[in-house]
């Protein structure tokens, strides 16, 4: 092989690795968002949760 294939392959090589490392970035940004949606709707289930069960308290002893 001569250089100028040699040049070219190890270009090719490095942008198929930037190509793969954007990829992987973008599925850990993503699976990172997915979790923080999941915390943020479990978050709110809880707050619904807990004002239920005051309203119940209060209701219950009958101060409301």
């Known amino acids: 092989m001569d250089q100028s294939n040699l040049s070219q ?3 090719q090589a490095k942008g198929q690795a930037q190509q793969k490392g954007n990829q992987m970035s973008d599925k850990a940004s993503n699976a990172a968002q997915a979790c923080k949606d999941s915390a943020q709707e479990a978050g709110q289930q809880a707050k619904s949760k807990a004002q239920g069960a005051a309203d119940a308290a ?4 009958g101060m409301n």
């Open 9 to 11: 392959q190890a270009g």
């Open 58 to 61: 209060k209701n219950a002893t």
